[in-house]
């Protein structure tokens, strides 16, 4: 049981770049989120999927999009990175019924 | 939208002495208050949380109340020790959503 994966843990890109940010779990949970942390800011909602099928903004989902592959598997793209994307990005999932959310390792991510 | 507000931002004491953690929250919705611990470089880790039909929750030195009527919640750590230092953060969640809203975070330095 290895809980909340993701993938890659390091990147670095140029300005404009894209990439896809993996994060699966194998917990079973409905629910799944994507953060970002910045310093002095705490974690800051991008998009979440209460379920298989449905997405939803969160607090700052410009320059982002997102995938729910399947119950597993819940990615975020960033499809012309810039600078002000660098942050560390948590995915997580949440327990039906109790809200209690795991994250994942995090993915540490420079964009130059 | 959900704000949190959380301090102090940072927060020395002795080993041994009791540190305690305060946020509000503004809306009178959010009914779920965990409360998360981040070592460096690590992902955060639920350490306690409690629900609005609470006041208080223990756990060995790990303690947490909720004013409703105040919308505050605070942790509270007895006999701390020097693994306790880590980055704590507070979060609320108005539950039907499943969304939730970090505080700031507090650097808590345990001193020997």
């Known amino acids: 049981n290895a809980g909340v994966t993701q993938t890659p843990k390091f990147q670095v890109l140029k300005t404009g770049q894209s990439m896809t940010l993996q994060c699966a779990q194998d917990?079973?949970?409905?629910?799944m989120y994507w953060y970002r942390q910045d310093p002095g800011m705490g974690l800051r909602l991008i998009y979440y999927?209460?379920?298989?099928?449905?997405?939803d903004k969160g607090e700052v989902p410009n320059g982002y999009n997102v995938s729910r592959l399947n119950k597993r598997e819940f990615s975020l793209r960033l499809e012309s990175a810039a600078p002000s994307q660098t942050s560390v990005y948590f995915c997580?999932?949440?327990?039906?019924?109790?809200?209690?959310?795991?994250f994942g390792p995090g993915t540490r991510l420079t964009v130059l | 939208g959900e704000n949190v507000e959380q301090h102090p931002s940072t927060l020395s004491v002795q080993e041994g002495d009791s540190a305690v953690i305060k946020c509000t929250y503004s809306?009178?919705?959010?009914?779920?208050f965990p409360w998360y611990k981040q070592e460096l470089g690590k992902r955060p880790q639920l350490i306690i949380d409690?629900?609005?039909?609470?006041g208080e929750k223990k756990d060995q030195r790990i303690a947490v109340t909720l004013n409703k009527t105040a919308k505050h919640f605070s942790l509270h750590i007895t006999e701390t020790q020097p693994e306790d230092s880590a980055v704590y953060f507070c979060?609320?969640?108005?539950?039907?959503?499943?969304?939730?809203?970090f505080g700031s975070g507090t650097q808590l330095t345990v001193l020997p």
């Open positions: 997580a999932s949440s327990e039906p019924y109790t809200d209690t959310q795991y």
């Open positions: 917990m079973n949970h409905n629910s």
């Open positions: 999927s209460a379920s298989e099928g449905t997405t």
């Open positions: 809306d009178s919705a959010s009914n779920y």
């Open positions: 409690i629900r609005s039909n609470v």
């Open positions: 979060a609320a969640s108005p539950g039907s959503a499943r969304q939730l809203t």
